[in-house]
């Protein structure tokens, strides 16, 4: 899938952002065809969950701009964008260990509040989806194992009827089995239709599920192209992919990130 095929749903332009006074992210591109997964991969520090801050309002943007079915979004809050259509899954898995399962997903559907229907809707789709979650909806969620927490946590996402949705570190810290979990689950919500923005660390794995994806180093987009391109190019395998061991992986990035 390129670019060209489908209209971008989300994208940036010369995004420019950061903490307090340091600029992190320069003047990134990103677009997100719709329907596809798009993974932004890169080195630790490389600046991704603030690319996918940006993108769902948690940081400002500084310069750039960011839009939504080509309408201007730069300025919204992130519970309006929410609103909109993005759904956001932050790193860490983060669900209300003291609430139950069904208690959690409510949450995810507070945008609906007043659509009783669509809220029941949601529910039901996402317990369907996620038959684990059926099974334990009235277990506190603290309880779960982390693999059965990211999946409440995408599941709440799923609750606020979205179109896009972000995701920052998915697979982090779960066992093999999870993470092939979380993969296969990515891949069904693009069967579902949703458009998937992932970061993750398991660039490899990430992008031979991924249509597209974004090499970023130092702040930057280093690389971009349809996700078999990257994993097939030596500088990408040799730098990103995990061939080397991270400490050259990184001098090697330092010295090539410069051509795309
Ligand atoms: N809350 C924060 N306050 C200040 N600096 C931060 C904060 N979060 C991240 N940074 C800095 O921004 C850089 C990029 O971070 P991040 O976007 O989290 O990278 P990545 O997700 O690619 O690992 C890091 O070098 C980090 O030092
Ligand atoms: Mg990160």
Same mark, same amino acid.
């Given at each position: 899938m390129s670019d060209a095929a489908a209209p971008p749903v989300l994208e940036a332009r010369g995004l420019t952002t950061g903490y307090d006074e340091v600029?992190?992210?320069?003047d990134v591109d990103v677009t997100f065809a719709r329907g596809a997964i798009t993974a932004i991969i890169g080195t630790n520090g490389a600046g991704k969950s603030t690319v996918v801050k940006a993108l769902v309002g948690l940081l400002p943007a500084w310069k750039g701009d960011v839009r939504l079915d080509g309408r201007?979004?730069?300025?919204? *809050?992130p519970h309006l964008r929410v609103r909109e259509g993005i759904a956001y899954v932050p790193?860490?898995?983060?669900?209300?260990?003291?609430?139950?399962v069904l208690e959690n997903l409510e949450l995810g559907g507070f945008t609906l509040a007043s659509d009783r229907t669509k809220l029941a809707a949601n529910m039901e789709r996402v317990l369907q989806m996620f038959p684990r979650l059926a099974e334990r909806? *009235?277990?506190? *969620?603290?309880?779960?194992?982390g693999g059965e927490q990211q999946m409440l946590a995408i599941g709440r996402a799923l609750m606020s009827s979205p179109r896009v949705i972000a995701l920052d570190e998915?697979?982090?810290?779960?066992?093999p089995k999870f993470v092939e979990m979380v993969f296969a689950t990515l891949i069904e919500l693009k069967k579902a239709g949703y458009t998937i923005v992932m970061v993750e660390q398991k660039a490899s794995r990430a992008l031979e599920i991924s249509d597209w994806g974004y090499v970023m180093h130092l702040g930057r987009v280093a690389f971009h192209g349809e996700a078999a391109t990257l994993r097939d190019d030596e500088q990408v395998k040799r730098a990103y992919l995990g061939e080397l061991p991270p400490e050259l992986a990184a001098r090697f990035a330092e010295t090539e990130s410069e051509t795309t």
């Open positions: 600029p992190i992210v320069r201007d979004i730069t300025r919204m *809050a790193q860490g898995r983060i669900v209300f260990p003291e609430m139950t909806r *009235a277990q506190l *969620a603290g309880t779960m194992s998915p697979s982090l810290g779960l066992s």
